[in-house]
């Protein structure tokens, strides 16, 4: 559990234990069950691009124990735009400016 977060933890995986010979990160969220997988750090690279450097066995590999775990992979692109949900843009005691704060940031 990380204090301040909307994000429950993150999980670093080294290249040299991945087919995709990068590194990749894996994050989930306090809220919703949601989960993102991203090569080599959140942000750096598009959805497509990710596809395109995700090898097909560590999508598998680490979807799989998601699920198995309850939550859902999510693609990271959305999470971009501006936050413009329900909970309002400080309901949480500060701005949230994109949903990415909303669900897997510091606080």
Known sequence: ???????HGRIDILATSTATRRPLVVLV?????????????PGVWTDAETAQLLHPADRRRVGTALADLGYTLIPEEPLWRDYDGAAGPTSLGHSLDSWWTRFFDYL
Not at 1 to 7: F, G, I, Y
Not at 29 to 41: E, K, P, Q, T
Request: charged fraction near 15%; proline fraction near 0%; aromatic fraction near 4%.
């Open 1 to 7: 559990h990380v204090e301040d977060a909307s994000l």
């Open 29 to 41: 969220s306090n809220f919703g069950g949601l989960a993102v997988l991203a090569v080599d750090n």
